[in-house]
């Protein structure tokens, strides 16, 4: 650790050599700094004081860091800010409120938006109406382009609260017509994914745009909501998507939806973890798993043995495992699979595998001491699963209980937030069986924040739990690392880097004026070489790719973590966001997004933007490694 710590200080110490700061940054400017410094420490009276300033930009800046802090006592503040003589500070205080969500900040909204003559403005207020939950009425949007698209986004961030109803389906489904904008569409396709789940009524506008949408970000988040319309017609559109559509992203979206429709699906699925892209197969492969596939064990059993690709094998033996009564044969084959490889995240999801059969909790277990931490991890996520699972048998209640206070007892982070959270499943009875809880503390005793923080928020509840009482407070980090100015102010505005990867070269811009703080700490990493050999260790289909980790496995940090910086930027295809287990938890970690992901919205800092290299994106698989990564 004390190596890491001197490795990043000596790069800040390096970074002003040789930097072309042609292009200065914003923060050129002290009073930028200053008031980037009270966002920073979450301090809501000093960031008040420039809510008066003659400097409109200054006002701006102030309103906006409010979307970080996300201090709910500034309401009434904040709220004066929406009739600001300036449209940019009106928008950026209109955003802010919106990070808020709640009650009070909807009744401000709507009285700026009756006043409101800047549509860009208006469209910024209605947004965020949208998440405060309690929406806007759609007279306020007839027949205009920018209200219309607010209106669908509104509409979904209205979804993601569960507020949306009938009213608003009838809304979003005029605003899938193709004639509306493409932004527009995108929203109301979302609306119908994550929003209510009765959209019947929708059904024909969502069948059209799946075969004929220009856009493929409309069609895959068509594809999704389909899942939940279980008729004929959705299961051919679905099926004509996967075998035609030309965009994988759409083929995975739509091979997830056929899972609704079990035993109708599984010819499709099957030919599905065959398919030229990986992401559609895995994708396919993870589908069946969900799946009662009895009378099909023995063809899918002879796919996962063929398979060439170790996820879909993974995936493929579980789901034959949770259908087949006679196990140990296959057991055995998975065993001797782990033992023969020397890949960790193939044994991992082999490992996985197991999870369906508790009788193999024996060999599992000895993972929990696997000098590989991915393997740890697997260990104790299968042993908590099995331990769910409906053919776990009773009497092996007391070797699981041992094998959980043995595995606490090893410090290991992932270990015991994954055991944590196990031992507060109701259906299980621990707090009947166990009488001294002495090894949660123990294990408390071994864990520190901030590095640990993903792990002591289950640790804390599972104490408070057996304990019958409500969690004290939340698991926060206290303020640590400051930002690096130095090297933030010698960063100029359009500074990329590269991203080495085994499948080639991903070019990333930074946006050092919108989230100073992450770029400086990615800045300082990778002078480090702290990013260089590791592994991207989470993949999704038509989602992320996820690096940064020291331990690989997506459980690691280090002794520090940074602030959350929210902007009005959104998640697109290409967006790089820094992953966290919460709010101004974020550390090592980042992600690229595959595509549209609005769910992350003003949730997950953006710090940078892919700009050449997409297709290598979309190529990355798990354990495929970062070579290096460098500033150009």
């Not at 806007?136 to 509409?155: E, P």
């Not at 923080?453 to 599972?462: F, G, H, I, K, S």
Request: net charge neutral; proline share 3%.
């Amino acid at each position: 650790m004390y190596r890491v710590i001197f490795s990043l200080l000596t790069a800040a110490l390096l970074w002003s050599c040789g930097k072309d700061t042609s292009k200065p940054n914003v923060f050129a400017d002290p009073v930028r700094v200053k008031i980037a410094q009270y966002q920073d420490k979450r301090q809501s009276d000093s960031l008040i004081t420039f809510f008066q300033h003659e400097n409109a930009v200054y006002r701006e800046a102030a309103a906006l860091a409010f979307a970080s802090v996300q201090d709910t006592t500034v309401f009434y503040q904040l709220g004066k800010m929406l009739f600001d003589k300036n449209a940019a500070v009106r928008k950026a205080a209109a955003f802010a409120l919106g990070q808020m969500g709640t009650e009070t900040a909807h009744w401000a909204l709507m009285d700026a938006l009756v006043s409101e003559k800047d549509l860009s403005v208006s469209a910024e207020i209605i947004e965020s109406l949208g998440k405060t939950g309690k929406g806007v009425t759609s007279a306020i949007l007839i027949n205009d382009t920018i209200k219309q698209k607010a209106f669908s986004w509104a509409a979904y961030r209205q979804a993601l609260r569960g507020k949306a109803d009938s009213t608003h389906v009838k809304q979003a489904i005029t605003l899938l017509d193709e004639k509306i904008s493409e932004q527009a569409r995108i929203g109301a396709a979302h609306f119908f994914s994550r929003g209510p789940e009765n959209i019947n009524q929708a059904e024909a506008v969502l069948l059209q745009r799946l075969q004929s949408d220009p856009s493929a970000y409309v069609r895959m988040a068509v594809a999704s909501a389909l899942r939940k319309i279980k008729t004929p017609e959705s299961l051919a559109a679905l099926k004509e998507a996967f075998q035609h559509d030309t965009d994988y992203r759409v083929r995975a979206n739509a091979v997830r939806s056929l899972q609704v429709f079990e035993a109708d699906a599984f010819q499709v699925l099957a030919e599905a973890v065959t398919d030229a892209n990986e992401h559609v197969a895995v994708a396919a492969a993870e589908t069946l798993v969900q799946l009662d596939i009895t009378g099909n064990e023995t063809a899918l059993l002879e796919r996962a043995r063929s398979s060439a690709n170790w996820r879909i094998k993974g995936n493929l033996y579980e789901a034959v495992l949770a259908n087949v009564e006679s196990t140990q044969a296959i057991v055995d084959e998975i065993i001797l699979l782990i033992k023969e490889s020397g890949n960790p995240y193939e044994q991992a999801a082999l490992l996985t595998a197991l999870r369906k059969v508790p009788s193999a909790y024996g060999f599992v277990q000895e993972y929990l001491n696997a000098t590989t931490p991915v393997l740890r991890s697997s260990s104790a996520a299968s042993l908590a699963a099995m331990n769910r699972s409906k053919l776990f048998n009773p009497s092996l209640q007391k070797a699981f209980i041992d094998a959980i206070q043995s595995g606490m007892q090893t410090g290991d982070a992932a270990v015991i937030g994954t055991f944590a959270g196990a031992l507060m499943n109701p259906a299980l009875k621990y707090k009947e069986i166990l009488s001294d809880i002495q090894f949660l503390y123990d294990a408390k005793a071994k864990l520190s924040l901030p590095r640990d923080n993903e792990a002591l928020q289950p640790l804390e509840a599972a104490i408070a739990y057996f304990e019958n009482r409500e969690l004290d407070k939340p698991v926060t980090n206290n303020y640590n690392h400051p930002i690096d100015w130095e090297v933030v102010k010698s960063i100029p505005q359009n500074q990329q880097v590269r991203i080495s990867t085994s499948k080639g070269d991903i070019v990333i811009q930074l946006f050092i004026e919108e989230a100073p703080g992450s770029v400086a700490n990615f800045l300082n990493l990778t002078k480090a070489g702290y990013f260089d050999g590791k592994n991207f260790h989470r993949v999704v289909p038509n989602f992320v790719i996820q690096g940064g980790c020291n331990r690989g496995d997506g459980w690691g940090s280090e002794d520090y973590s940074i602030r959350s910086e929210f902007s009005m930027r959104r998640y697109k295809e290409g967006s790089v966001g820094m992953a966290s287990a919460g709010k101004d938890t974020e550390g090592t970690q980042w992600f690229i997004t595959h595509s549209p992901t609005p769910h992350l919205d003003g949730r997950y800092t953006i710090f940078a933007e892919v700009v050449s290299g997409m297709d290598v994106v979309h190529s990355i698989a798990v354990g495929d490694q970062i070579i290096k990564v460098e500033m150009l």
